[in-house]
C-alpha cells in the first residue's frame, strides 16, 4: 500500500469517528421518545444509524441517567459499524483526495476525480454490488487509547452478513449503547414529619408504588438487508438511604430499603403508627441547628438485556439517587 494511499484511509477513519455513531454512545443530539444517535455529514455520507426508542428514554421531574455500579465494567472504546454504501464511500474518498492532494485552501469538493488517479482500481468500490463499507466508531466518553483500538481499514460487507471481526457491533454493544441512554425516576422520598424532624424522633421514608416500575430502551441499527437489536431493562431492587450526618441512625441498620411486591419502597406513615419502628427511616441523635442535613436516597436497578437471535444477558447494576434537605429540631415530640 502506497503512503498516499495510507493517507486517504486515515483520514476516512477519522471523518467516521468524527460524524458517526460515537456520539450516540454519549447520548449527544437525542430527544425524547425515539431518537437517532448519530450527526449525519453530507459531504461523507456517513450513514451510522442507532435508535432508540422505550419507557426509559424520557424522565419527569429528578429522573437521570444510571452509573454502573462495578468499576471493572465500561462500553467498548470502539467498534465497527456500517458506514457507507459503494457510491458514498467513492465520494468520501475523492473528497479527501481532492483536499489533500488538489487544495490545500479547503474549497469544497464537486466535481469528479477518476479512480485510476487516486491509486484504486475500480471493482475495489464493489460497483452494483449489495452491501455497504464499515468503518470504525469511537466512543469520546472511553480512553484515547481505547478510542483508537480499531485500526482497521474501511471493509466491505454482503447484504446481510455479519463481518468475521470481533469488534463488529453486535447486540451485546447494542445493550451498552441503550444503558447509557436509560432514564429512571428520581428518587426524592415522602417523610414524616414533612416539616421539620425531632431528635431522637424516628423519621419515616417511603416511595410510593407506581413510581419505582422496570423501564427499558431499545437500541435498533437498521440498513438494507441487515437488522439488529437488543433492549436493556432497569429494574429496581432497593432503596439505600445516608443521612448525611454521623449522627444519625439508619432503619434498618443497613440503610438498605427493598422494594416491596406491589412497587413501593418502605411504608406510608398514618395515624396510630407513632410506636411502631419504620421499615424505612432514619432517626437524627442531633440538631441540624441553623441549616439541614442532606439526605441521600439511592436507587438500585438490576441491568438486563435481551437481543437479535437470542443472545442476552445481565449487565451491572445501575444507581441513580437525589439529595434533600432535612431540617432537624433540638426540641423532643412525639409524632401522632
Known sequence: MTTFRRLLIGAAVCSVALVS?????????????????????????????????GSGTSGGNGSGGLS???????????????????????????SIYFAAVHDPDGREFTGEISDENQGYAKDE??????????????????????QWACKRDPFWVPEGEQPDEPQAINPEILAGLAYNQIKVPGTKVTLAPAGATKVNLPTWAWLDKGDFQPVSVTASLDFPGFHMEATTTAEPTGLTLKPGTEDAELLPASGNCPVGKDGSIGEPYAKGKADRTPPCGVTYLKSSGNGTFDLQAT?????TWTGTGGAGGDLPDGEYGNNQPVEVEEAQAVNR
Not at 125 to 146: F, L, R, T
Open 125 to 146: 468500490y464493489h460497483d452494483g454490488d449489495k452491501g455497504m463499507y464499515w468503518g470504525a466508531v469511537q466512543n469520546p466518553d472511553a480512553s484515547y487509547a481505547e
Open 299 to 303: 436507587a438500585t436497578w438490576k441491568i
Open 68 to 94: 454502573s455500579s462495578s468499576a471493572d465494567w465500561d462500553p467498548p472504546g470502539c467498534w465497527y459499524a456500517p458506514q457507507w454504501k459503494s457510491g458514498e464511500f467513492r465520494k468520501m474518498r475523492q
Open 21 to 53: 455513531g460515537g456520539q450516540a454512545y454519549a447520548g449527544e443530539g437525542l430527544t425524547e421518545g425515539s431518537s437517532t444517535g448519530t450527526k449525519k455529514n453530507d459531504s461523507v455520507g456517513a450513514q451510522v444509524k442507532v435508535r432508540f426508542t
